[in-house]
């Protein structure tokens, strides 16, 4: 390995440790915050929002009590279930709202319970907030509904099943229906409002996801990292997130096609079907992550004009970040998943959309994720071979030139100017690129990082095991340490194991007698680091480099031998033209010595 691409490899390490350390959520202490909605005006969403028990919940939405109509509290609370083939939720007539939502096809990790939508220590997820003519403030939580279904339990069979919950208001109505579809993670919801003018302002209403996802994975840490709430508005993704700060809010005016919050594998998404106001993301952390009773807690809220004569409709999506599911309402909805900083996004997202995902997709119909896997990384060498053989190619002319640079820096050890002049000199004698052997594996790195920040994110692999590994999304730990290594943690990671040493025969392949011994030092210290940051990462990324490594080192090989076997491949390739003015030249008198030895370098043969 020269040094050039030595200086490239140790950069890129440090942008992977300082990236890593940047994403980790930094610790905060929980922070006292509460704010008591003042009567005397109309207030927002974000002004409702005061601090809970952690244990009980984080983000709670505060009813006022208004003397011209209390919500009724000595009714009966009824609870409706209702399934599909893919899910299994729970309607509370108070608040005619969600009280659980749970997916069929999906556990939370290490545990056979079913993956829960709705933060179920909320008291319902979905809610309308609306102001009074008095300046009062009303969550519809608060009210206890009529329900349209006498039945306890409804199965969607080949026909959409609706649920509608009527609660008086007033001299108006809030008439809320759900309609579920066979085979599908949609709902449509209904919302109706007769009379609203006598309970609610001509400001409109609130439309609000109160809690989030609840984190469904073992690692909460990382999944906090891809855990938000968001919306789109202008055709661009605005989000929240808690990756630094412990409270994080936006305001968005105007229209504004979805509002949605998520944690790393599922989503709750609600499209209304009318124009906006605007929208409101809320975010607060409490405690630690890594705690048992830490928590992301998030808020999303559409702003809606005032009632009209017509219901309002809205599509919900509550399910798995699957790309195809998504991308069927042409939203930008899959734009929630996060593929790095922007000036990789731009690379990333269009290789992840084109070329991984309809990869996973269909090959992972015929074999296992673990194959399909193995099988990218196969076909992406395969790929990238011509650049891979032109690197390997310029890394070797590089070490045929290695005496004679030597000879160059000692002649001008003094003089670094007339040094790099007889060097550059050199390089076009010899028709060698210094770049040759690092620009080409450069060109490689976008695809590594698209698939760094792909898999771990990917749900096709949630849950999938191969081999020893259970979860490819997580990492395949085979021993437990007695004790905790800082950046490591208290496990061995199967795949990181054997990247680590797959990485230090690869890096050996290139190595030669000629190599400086900080060279040699690195050949170990790299791998090493590598092994460090990669041990919590999930295992089907450790998987994929793995495989990167082998067929690297088996392409090393060939390459190696092919450049043995035919050196003539390195021998700097003349110019056409060059060629005619040197036959050309050599029929003068005199001259054909003199044009051999310009060809070949030798000196003239002396008469």
Not at 217 to 228: K, M, N, V
């Amino acid at each position: 390995m020269d040094r050039n691409v030595l200086t490239a490899t140790v950069l890129i390490a440090i942008i992977m440790v300082v990236w890593l350390t940047w994403l980790a959520p930094a610790p905060t202490p929980v922070e006292e915050l509460a704010v008591v909605p003042d009567s005397t005006k109309e207030v927002s969403t974000q002004e409702f929002v005061e601090q809970g028990d952690p244990e009980v919940g984080a983000v709670q939405i505060l009813a006022a009590d208004d003397s011209t109509f209390v919500p009724g509290q000595d009714a009966d609370i009824r609870t409706i279930a209702v399934e599909n083939s893919l899910y299994r939720v729970e309607l509370s007539s108070q608040g005619g709202t969600f009280s659980s939502f749970e997916l069929k096809d999906y556990t939370v990790a290490g545990s056979e319970r079913l993956v829960q939508l709705v933060d179920t220590t909320k008291g319902g997820a979905l809610g309308v907030l609306f102001t009074s003519p008095g300046n009062r403030n009303y969550d519809s939580r608060a009210f206890v509904f009529e329900s349209s279904s006498s039945q306890d339990l409804l199965t969607v069979g080949d026909a959409p099943v609706t649920v509608s919950f009527t609660a008086d208001v007033g001299s108006g109505q809030i008439e809320l229906a759900y309609t579920f579809k066979p085979d599908s993670y949609e709902i449509d919801v209904e919302i109706n409002q007769p009379g609203a003018s006598s309970f609610s302002t001509r400001e409109g209403y609130e439309l609000v996801w109160n809690g989030g996802i609840p984190f469904s994975e073992l690692d909460h840490e990382t999944a906090a990292q891809h855990t938000g709430a968001f919306a789109r508005s202008g055709g661009d993704v605005e989000d929240v997130l808690l990756n630094s700060d412990p409270y994080d809010e936006r305001s968005l005016r105007g229209e504004v096609d979805w509002v949605a919050v998520k944690n790393k594998y599922f989503t709750v998404v609600m499209m209304p079907q009318q124009p906006t106001r605007g929208a409101e993301l809320i975010g607060e952390r409490f405690g630690e992550v890594s705690e048992s009773y830490g928590r992301h807690d998030y808020l999303a809220s559409l702003l809606m004009p005032s009632a009209g004569a017509e219901a309002d409709q809205y599509t919900l999506y509550m399910g798995p970040m699957v790309y195809g599911n998504l991308n069927d309402y042409d939203l930008d909805l899959y734009n929630m998943v996060d593929f790095g900083w922007d000036f990789f996004e731009m690379i990333t997202r269009p290789l992840a959309r084109f070329i991984f995902i309809p990869a996973f997709t269909y090959l992972g119909q015929f074999m296992p994720y673990g194959w399909v896997i193995i099988l990218l990384a196969f076909l992406i060498k395969l790929v990238l071979y011509p650049l891979t053989k032109t690197s390997f190619k310029s890394m070797a002319k590089m070490r045929e030139l290695q005496p004679r640079m030597e000879v160059i820096k000692e002649k001008h050890a003094d003089n670094p100017q007339k040094q790099q002049e007889a060097m550059m000199k050199m390089y076009k004698e010899t028709g060698v690129n210094p770049l040759g052997g690092c620009l080409p594996m450069l060109l490689q790195y976008p695809v590594i990082i698209a698939l760094w920040q792909f898999l771990p994110q990917a749900i096709e692999l949630r849950q999938q095991g191969f081999l020893w590994a259970q979860d490819l999304s997580a990492p395949d730990f085979i021993l437990s340490l007695p004790f905790s290594i800082p950046m490591y943690g208290d496990a061995v990671a199967g795949f990181t194991l054997l990247m680590g040493i797959s990485m230090v025969f690869q890096m050996k392949l290139s190595m030669t007698s000629q190599n400086n011994a900080q060279a040699k030092i690195f050949t170990y210290v790299f791998p090493v680091m590598i092994f460090v940051i990669f041990n919590r990462l999930a295992a089907g990324l450790n998987l994929y480099y793995l495989c990167y490594n082998v067929l690297t080192a088996a392409q090393q090989k060939v390459i190696n031998k092919q450049i043995h076997d035919h050196p003539e491949e390195l021998e700097p390739k003349k110019k056409t033209k060059a060629k005619k003015s040197a036959a050309g030249t050599s029929r003068k008198k005199g001259d054909k010595g003199k044009n051999i030895g310009a060809i070949t370098g030798k000196p003239k043969p002396r008469r």
